[in-house]
């Protein structure tokens, strides 16, 4: 199990924390395509063994990761209809000002009737409930040694909490035994210990989530259980007292006032809109789109990004994994492929093979009447990194190091349906 747990570990450290987007969802015939491609893949594939190594997963989540975020970028600048041009003409949203309230287009350019602005004033951001507890002496200890249990109870569950203390404990180690029993209880809470100048220490517990529902008197609560011992123990700690309460966001939208329990949300499935702080009495933030020229390097910068981001992958793992060279050479080749039309539009293919861009230079290759050439060349370099990227993502493990044990005779395989990719069993590898 530590071969699994430490692939886990680090790809929700690394990754669990990024949103999906509705790229990542699939329809059954895609999928199908996806499964028989992997099947073909390792019917033809040599037998080999990987290296017992922790680099060898990670390095092969990152490919994963890296090569997921190509496609995703390349997915949503493929949204628009047909035509050269329109590939890279998603529109960009804008907020005037980003420090209140930031805005991002979700939806696609055909759902766009006219080119309207909107005004959001925001008159309270959506908090968290936090409960404080009592700041006590950091080196004494307040309770007496023993076992104690309160409740927790959100607004779906109740939980039993039991905690032992040590006569070798102290405040500030009870406080911090109590914030990793509860933040790995994974219930939607998250703990701190605050400390003030006089060197006593609170335990702190807040909620992940913001608002508060119509009804609903909190989003937690904690009592002690019915003894005498733990009633005390609640009472020294203060952990059930709610020093802030959860309440929804509100804001004007064209001057009709709304609420929400959290800071993000949509607006007509088309904007995802943030409230970052509060307007000026009168003053409400603008949300349009960013001009044709300035949406189309945007985007551009956005696929580069992705780009050179694998390139860092397969950078990162060279002293590692000597087979992280073909990695990069198969993507950097995209650039290299049309270095010399992509450098003359302002993308600068450097000899390490990522891309830097001369924003004035792109602008300008973007919106002159040679544009519709300039994008055809774009297109081509984002299609071909959409097929790299593809290849990458349904076989990563041909890009870290093994031991080839045997290569199967030409077209004299049969499918192994029960081995759908290397790459899912990599970590029960050693089992095999």
Not at 171 to 199: C, F, H, M, W
Not at 371 to 383: Q, T, Y
């Amino acid at each position: 199990m530590a071969a699994i747990n430490t692939a886990y570990n680090y790809y929700l450290s690394t990754y669990a924390k990024q949103s999906a987007s509705r790229y990542d969802s699939h329809k059954k015939s895609e999928l199908r395509n996806i499964y028989n491609k992997i099947v073909k893949i390792n019917k033809d594939s040599p037998l080999y063994k990987i290296r017992h190594t922790a680099d060898v997963q990670k390095f092969a989540i990152d490919i994963k990761e890296s090569t997921r975020t190509i496609k995703n970028v390349v997915a949503s600048l493929s949204d628009a209809e047909e035509g050269i041009g329109n590939a890279f003409q998603k529109k960009i949203a804008i907020s005037s000002q980003e420090d209140i309230v930031s805005a991002d287009y979700i939806g696609n350019n055909r759902d766009l009737d006219g080119e309207e602005n909107f005004r959001v004033e925001v008159k309270e951001l959506a908090t968290s409930q936090i409960n404080l507890g009592n700041f006590l002496d950091k080196n004494r200890l307040n309770l007496r040694p023993g076992t104690y249990t309160f409740d927790l109870e959100n607004n779906t569950s109740s939980y039993e909490f039991q905690f032992s203390i040590n006569p070798e404990d102290t405040n500030y180690s009870v406080q911090n035994k109590l914030a990793n029993l509860i933040s790995n209880a994974d219930i939607g809470l998250r703990t701190s210990i605050a400390e003030d100048p006089n060197g006593l220490s609170a335990l702190q517990i807040e909620s992940v989530a913001t608002g508060i529902a119509d009804g609903e008197n909190y989003l937690f609560s904690i009592s002690p259980q019915v003894s005498h011992d733990s009633i005390a123990a609640i009472e020294a700690l203060g952990i059930d007292h709610t020093s802030q309460m959860a309440q929804n966001s509100l804001f004007l939208l064209n001057g009709m006032e709304r609420s929400s329990h959290s800071n993000t949300f949509t607006v007509n499935n088309m904007f995802e809109l943030t409230l970052r702080g509060i307007s000026e009495e009168g003053n409400p933030a603008v949300i349009g789109f960013k001009t044709n020229a300035e949406a189309m390097a945007d985007n551009i910068q956005t696929l580069v990004d992705s780009y050179n981001s694998i390139l860092h992958t397969a950078n990162k793992y060279a002293d590692l994994q000597q087979q992280s060279t073909k990695l990069y050479q198969d993507m950097s080749s995209t650039a290299f492929t049309y270095q010399n039309n992509l450098e003359g539009m302002g993308l600068l293919v450097g000899d390490n093979g990522e891309i830097s861009i001369d924003k004035a230079l792109l602008t300008e290759a973007v919106s002159d009447e040679n544009a519709e050439d300039n994008l055809s060349v774009l297109n081509s370099f984002k299609d071909l990194l959409n097929t790299k990227a593809n290849n990458a993502s349904l076989d990563p493990m041909k890009y870290v190091d093994k031991i080839v044990v045997t290569y199967k005779r030409p077209g004299k395989n049969l499918v192994t349906p029960y081995i759908t990719s290397i790459y899912s069993g990599m970590m029960m590898d050693r089992y095999c």
